[in-house]
């Protein structure tokens, strides 16, 4: 059973950088090849998109966030990370990793970020 788990801090200051991991249990050969992504919620908000990193290695950002945005990945795919540069409050949310092919097969639990002093 694939299962995947968020992790990093929950508490990060205004204008650092929020790095999180995702591990991916439980995969398979053709999980491997599944696209890599990260997604969050704002509080009272949907889910926004962030970016992806597909099986080539070639990353994907939301233009609104491209320039402080780094996803990246293990050689062996299991772990994968995100990093957003100098966050402000507004950076607050629930964040996601997900992966799948076409659509987001399969989801980790979500992780709490707050961006405060």
């Known amino acids: 059973q694939v299962q995947l788990q968020e992790s990093g801090p929950g508490l990060v200051k205004p204008s650092q950088t929020l790095s999180l991991t995702c591990t991916v249990s439980?995969?398979?050969?053709?999980?491997?090849?599944?696209?890599r992504t990260w997604i969050r919620q704002p509080p009272g908000k949907g889910l926004e998109w962030i970016g992806y990193?597909?099986?080539?290695?070639?990353?994907y950002y939301s233009p609104s966030l491209k320039s402080r945005t780094s996803i990246s990945r293990t050689t062996s795919k299991n772990h994968f990370t995100l990093q957003l540069s100098s966050v402000t409050p507004e950076d607050t949310a629930v964040y996601y990793c997900?992966?799948?092919?076409?659509?987001?097969?399969?989801w980790g639990q979500g992780t709490q970020v707050t961006v405060s002093s």
């Open positions: 439980g995969g398979s050969i053709i999980t491997n090849y599944y696209n």
């Open positions: 997900a992966i799948g092919l076409s659509s987001y097969d399969y």
């Open positions: 990193i597909d099986d080539s290695g070639s990353t």
